[in-house]
């Protein structure tokens, strides 16, 4: 039996390449070797204000942007969370069993709230209780996420535990996987900030679906240093990032990346990496045209991805209901 891979991404924003580098493409290899299933969480994305008209739009687009990357709907599940009500019915019922102080030692939320003000809804919150629902219902081995997502997929695991605890064995305790390199992208225009979907200044992200002439300026323009040398240095955040995204692409190791750079300075890295940059994105970029060619297409798979995820969390949410007494 093969070990069950679930993650997913928020309909938000654009796919950057944060994104792309510290999760899709992990999800893309890891195909070979588990059970996967990939979700579109629509239900977290209105956790904060979204634009309806813009919404369905864009589930469709990162389905598609997903399909472009590598995720291929003949070996793994790719669905839209809302699409299977018991995500939601799941979520409600772990509510009532994850403590307050658990979620209020979320750092994610303390940073998103402090941007919404107060706007902030119950459901942003929530969202790790909604997340442990996705994650649990699958009775998920591993969960592969970049960084920030670290602590909500411990909250999971938690919350499975102290269920568990109380029912008897339930849940499969899920463990989250995160890439030795790249599990935390940052902005090109301000290496201190994580690149994120939200943050829509020009020149903060590369979208997937960026050209090369805007991946090229984009890079070109990166914020760095006052330095010269062409070295891995955390203590120079703007040129360990580019170099970091430069050695996830090509799959060198650090030494050779230097010596490659060596006696020459920073232009000389944008320059190169803009190039590697646009050769991984371009094939991908072919790949989303094919597929948005065929305007029923993207929807087809959606729809049997969601009819392959249904039955398996049905039988988890029923054996839930069956132990906590409900109906
Ligand atoms: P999200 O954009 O929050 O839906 O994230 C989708 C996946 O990409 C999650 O596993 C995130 O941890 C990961 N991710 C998002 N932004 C970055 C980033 N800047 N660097 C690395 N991974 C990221
Ligand atoms: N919260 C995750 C993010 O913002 C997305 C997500 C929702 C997720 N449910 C998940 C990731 C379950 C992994 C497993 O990136």
Redesign the pocket.
Known sequence: MKKRVF????PTGEIHI??Y???IRHWVSMQDNYDSIICVVDLHAITVPQDPRLLKGRIREFAGLLLAAGIDAERSILFVQSHVSAHSELAWILNCFIPMGWMQRMTQFKEKSVKQKEQVSVGLFDYPALMAADILLYDTDVVP?????KQHVELARDAAQRFNNIYGETFVLPEPVIPDV?????GLDDPNK????SEMGVGHSIALLDSPDVIRSKIMKATTDSHRDVVFDESRPGIFNLLTIYQIITGEGKKEIESRFAGKGYGDLKKALAEVVVEVLRPLQERYRQITADPGHIDAILKSGAEKARPLAVRTLARVKEKVGLG
Do not use: C, N, P, T
């Open positions: 993650s997913g991404i928020q944060g994104r580098l510290g999760a996420v970049g960084e920030d997502q790249g599990a935390r992208i940052m994580k690149m994120s979907g």
